[in-house]
């Protein structure tokens, strides 16, 4: 199995997504995330310099410059003021969920053959797993995992996973597109950010296995 | 043994002198940079060998309490560990061609740990049982990344000899420098561990918190000390030297050198990772022990992924 | 660029200024009047293809309008002006017993204009990127809505909403991503919905199958489908009634709509795919989980919140048929009917206050108004004979009988009768019996205007709807 550069940047993405995992401490999992958001808009304009297609480029500037340093700076900023300190309790301890995330890339792989069509040329099967472990990385993170912030980044890692899967299968979306997907989704974490202020002011923790008021 | 050409001499004396003379040497980078880092002078390069010599003028004194096990245990692990640097591939020449085994090696080191283990207990005081508990849970945790990481290796080889799998001549490994490169890495966060530097264990400290490798050497003195020192030193040379034949591995530019360049690389490659061990430890505190386990997890998830691209090497 | 573009501005700078305008009488006296405008301008700009004249008005590439949507958009602004005008209202009340910062007030008209416009234009989207950004935008501009009361249970609806809603529509654009590698695959790669259903029989099939069933999940979970719906009675209960007017008559169409465009695509490449019967089969499995959650329940918002989680089972299984119209006609009935009850819920629980079932009674003798409309619009939405979505309901039972699906049909019924026993009874309770709790006597004399105003359209719709006029399958 030799990779080329195409498929070893996207593994890289979703091995150090799967990192993500391994710790319950936000700040170190928020420093992950921001790597591995770098691999991907590498990941981005080395596809834009295979295909020559320029918008690429600006997309994979965009990715980095929102994703992977302004939303990882505001949530920093916001488990500051929250004063959250570090870590949380988790329902699966941290290091067995990052064993299932090295476990997803096996499952990955082999919906990745079963799915027909998907491996368009040269045989791009590696680049839908990689993106596909992504995506189950970020919904492990969201469901194992009691804190608010914990949760955001959860939500973050899986739009990675699509976003690598829709330019790893198809080259890119058309550049309004993305601009826009990339804007929401800053809106979107900005949003999720504030309200997390008035959890913690309003609930004095931000643990949502507890937010449990409204049921039938 | 093969015939006497100028090369295998040249290659003998270099490795005998290398195995023999380095390890205190590493120990030494490694206390320098550490106090480069905190803005001091520290002791010169060499002050280990002194420090070794200086050990060995000493008298001994022994507890009362102690049997036949504590006075040997220094000796045995000397003499399993100078096996080990013949059998293990900690640089990438070898005088020579003996088959060193995967399961041997990693046993050979499960055996200096139990002599060690058995010593510290053999003294009967509380530090030695308590160390030799900690040391035990973190080899009972290391196993299985260290075993993956060397296994998968040895999968795509087809072979357990790692005498076969280190030697730049194996085709199917040539074209894996993923598999290398995490394979380095997870053995790396090993060695870490295993050789009781930052962030699991104080090395320069003897307080109760932080202690576990030192815990249990704690009772030697005079000669038995020097040779524990410096079997601690040759241990080091050997993980980092593993940890470093598969990081150069991974750059496809050893494959295809001569063994000169090779050599002089491997063992530059070691003191440098030293100094990056220095590195971490000044950076890099001490972790609470229950937190531990998640660090070692790390080392576990690098080696499945070691796994991983074993198994689907044929994709 | 075109007169269209007048369709967003006026929402737009609405927004705007409501936000900047420091007196905030002002804003609550002329964002309705504003809004009614509004109504006519939309009107006016897409008669050509009211009428039927043309079969799609142009903006931009990307962004086009067809007779659906041109009369989605009627509803929806008809359905924000509405609760707008009786917020005015509901806020007086408000002040009364607790007074309401001007910040969260300016805000809060602030957004309701942003979501009128993003709704707006998910109608207009003609391409499947625009639509997904669209229906974020309407879940971003609604999360400020539903936070407004900013106590401990409306933030954690708001979170929950938040969470899932994005979570579900990041789904969402996967199926996206899919439709888009399926017609790459088919060497026409394109976006736009119009191309895509031009071009279906060209893209790669199982790509296609799975890019719906995401985009069905995803947008489903918007929309509030039976197993991912838990957001849907937090939020609506939490928020205040016009708001929770809005979210249910308005916000469920919009996904809905999605849903609609993308099944398009799929009934395009192939008209009888076992992926396709699986939006009736998921409609039903809505309204009959819906109905029996109906049987009991606590409290009165979330009464409605359920009602509207049945009502969007049977949309959806009105689009599982592939009929327009019929989808048409449930959505409308259906929001008109919904906003007039949360907006009485609105104006009892605030003369109660208290939203609880077991201490809501005896409001026809408080007002004879109020519970004479509650009891009419109750009848309304659970599709009673001389309303609206009795014709509309009676339309899908039809068409589920002559497509052969009898077992749609027997579920659909249980649950329809269910649901209706299950409402009659809690509205029963809360009109009649002897008044436990007092009223506040003071309210407002325009309280019950809007209320009554859609009440007596949407019997009038019913008098004058004909079965067999929706029944016809335009395909």
């Known amino acids: 199995m030799v990779l080329d550069t195409f498929e070893a940047l996207a593994m890289l993405a979703a091995m150090l997504g799967i990192l993500i995992l391994g710790t319950n401490d936000l700040r170190t999992n928020l420093a992950f995330y921001s790597m591995h958001t770098t691999a991907i808009a590498a990941e981005t304009a080395w596809i834009g310099h295979l295909t020559h297609e320029n918008h690429l480029f600006w997309i994979a500037g965009c990715v980095f410059l929102i994703k992977s340093v302004s939303i990882p700076y505001f949530l920093k900023w916001v488990i500051r003021k929250v004063d959250v300190g570090t870590d949380t309790g988790a329902f699966i301890a941290a290091p067995l969920s990052m064993h299932l995330g090295a476990f997803t890339v096996g499952l990955s792989y082999l919906i990745s053959k079963q799915i027909p069509g998907l491996v368009g040329d040269a045989d791009s099967t590696l680049g839908s797993t990689a993106a596909m472990s992504i995506l189950f990385t970020g919904v492990l993170l969201m469901l194992t995992r009691r804190a608010a912030i914990s949760q955001i980044v959860g939500f973050l890692v899986l739009e990675n996973g699509i976003y690598l899967f829709a330019v790893t299968q198809t080259h890119g979306m058309p550049l309004l597109v993305e601009m826009g997907l990339l804007l929401e989704v800053l809106v979107a974490v900005m949003v999720a950010g504030l309200l997390l202020f008035n959890i913690k002011k309003s609930f004095e923790h931000i643990d949502v296995s507890q937010m449990t008021e409204l049921k039938d | ?315 | 660029m075109n007169d269209l573009v007048w369709i967003f501005v006026l929402p737009a700078l609405l927004a705007l200024f409501s936000y900047i305008i420091r007196d905030i009488r002002l804003t609550r006296k002329m964002v309705p009047l504003v809004i009614w405008f509004q109504l006519f301008v939309a009107a006016f700009l897409l008669i050509p293809v009211l009428h039927g004249q043309v079969v799609r008005m142009d903006l931009t590439p990307g962004l086009a309008i067809d007779k659906l949507g041109a009369y989605f958009v009627l509803l929806t602004t008809f359905v924000v002006a509405c609760c707008i005008t009786h917020a005015d209202y509901f806020f007086a009340v408000h002040e009364r017993s607790e007074l309401i910062p001007a910040q969260h007030l300016r805000i809060f008209y602030g957004c309701v204009n942003l979501f009128l416009t993003a709704m707006t234009l998910v109608f207009f989207c003609d391409s499947l990127g625009y639509l997904w950004i669209a229906i974020e935008a309407t879940t971003l501009s609604s999360a400020p809505l539903v936070y407004f009361e900013r106590n401990k249970n409306a933030l954690e609806a708001t979170w929950k909403y938040l969470i899932i809603c994005s979570v579900g529509i990041a789904f969402a654009l996967l199926g996206t991503v899919f439709v888009f590698a399926a017609s790459q695959r088919g060497n026409c790669p394109s976006l736009n919905i119009s191309e895509l259903t031009a071009n279906a029989k060209l893209l790669n099939f199982p790509l296609l199958q799975l890019g719906f069933i995401f985009s069905l999940l995803g947008y489903g979970t918007k929309a509030g489908i039976f197993p991912l719906h838990s957001w849907l009675p937090d939020a609506h209960s939490e928020a205040p009634a016009p708001a929770s007017a809005m979210l249910s008559g308005a916000l469920l169409n919009c996904a809905l709509f999605g849903i609609w465009k993308v099944s398009n695509i799929l009934l395009a490449a192939q008209p009888n795919s076992h992926t396709y019967h699986l939006v009736a089969l998921l409609g039903t499995v809505t309204v009959f989980a819906a109905s029996l959650l109906l049987l009991r329940q606590h409290s009165f918002k979330r009464l409605w919140a359920y009602s509207s989680i049945e009502n969007v089972g049977l949309m959806l299984f009105a689009i599982g048929f592939g009929s327009g119209p019929l989808f048409f006609l449930q959505a409308l009935n259906h929001s008109l009917a919904k906003v007039a009850l949360f907006l009485l819920t609105g104006n009892i629980t605030q003369a109660a206050g208290t939203k609880k079932l077991s201490k809501l009674h005896g409001v026809i003798e408080d007002s004879p108004v109020w519970a004479g409309l509650l009891a009419l619009a109750a009848l309304a939405v659970a599709g009673a004979p001389p309303f609206g979505a009795f014709v509309a309901e009676m339309s899908m039972l039809t068409l589920s009988l002559n497509d052969q699906r009898l077992y749609l049909a027997f579920f659909m019924l249980v649950a329809l009768a269910i649901s209706f026993i299950a409402i009659c009874t809690h509205v029963g309770r809360v009109i009649f019996g002897a008044a436990k709790q007092g009223f506040v006597a003071w309210r407002p004399k325009q309280a019950s205007i809007i209320p009554a105003m859609l009440v007596i359209c949407t019997l009038i719709l019913g008098l004058t709807l004909k079965t067999d006029t929706w029944t016809m399958i335009p395909r």
């Open chain 2, 1 to 315: 043994m093969s015939s006497f050409t100028p090369e295998k001499v040249i290659e003998t004396v270099a490795f005998l002198a290398t195995l023999f003379l380095l390890p205190p040497l590493l120990v030494g980078v490694i206390r320098k940079t550490k106090a480069r880092m905190q803005n001091r002078i520290g002791a010169p390069y060499f002050q280990p060998y002194y420090d070794l010599l200086k050990l060995l003028n000493k008298n001994e004194t022994i507890s009362k309490h102690t049997s036949w096990m504590f006075r040997s245990t220094a000796a045995f692990n000397f003499s399993f560990l100078v096996v080990l640097a013949f059998l293990a591939p900690w640089t990438s020449f070898h005088p020579v061609e003996i088959n060193g085994d995967l399961f041997l090696i990693l046993y050979l080191f499960g055996l200096c740990r139990f002599f060690t283990v058995l010593s510290a207990l053999d003294a009967g005081s509380a530090f030695g049982g308590f160390g030799a508990s900690r040391e035990v849970t973190l080899a009972l945790l290391l196993e299985p990344a260290v075993m993956m990481c060397l296994a998968s290796l040895g999968v795509v080889a087809q072979t357990s000899n790692l005498t076969d799998v280190f030697n730049y001549t194996n085709v199917s490994l040539s074209t894996q420098p993923a598999l290398w490169f995490l394979a380095g890495m997870g053995l790396f966060l090993a060695s870490l561990v295993e050789l009781s530097r930052m962030p699991a264990d104080d090395p320069t400290t003897h307080l109760e918190l932080t202690m576990v490798h030192e815990a249990m050497i704690l009772e030697n003195s005079a000669a038995n000390l020097a040779l524990t020192e410096y079997s601690h030193c040759l241990k080091i040379l050997i993980l980092l030297g593993i940890s470093c034949q598969c990081l150069l591995h991974a750059c496809p530019y050893f494959w295809h050198t001569t063994a000169l360049i090779r050599g002089g690389a491997s063992v530059l490659a070691i003191v440098m990772m030293a100094a990056f061990v220095a590195l971490i430890e000044s950076v890099a505190v001490k972790l609470r022990w229950t937190k531990l386990p998640e660090f070692i997890a790390y080392s576990v998830a690098m080696s499945i992924f070691c796994v991983l691209i074993a198994l689907g090497r044929n994709l």
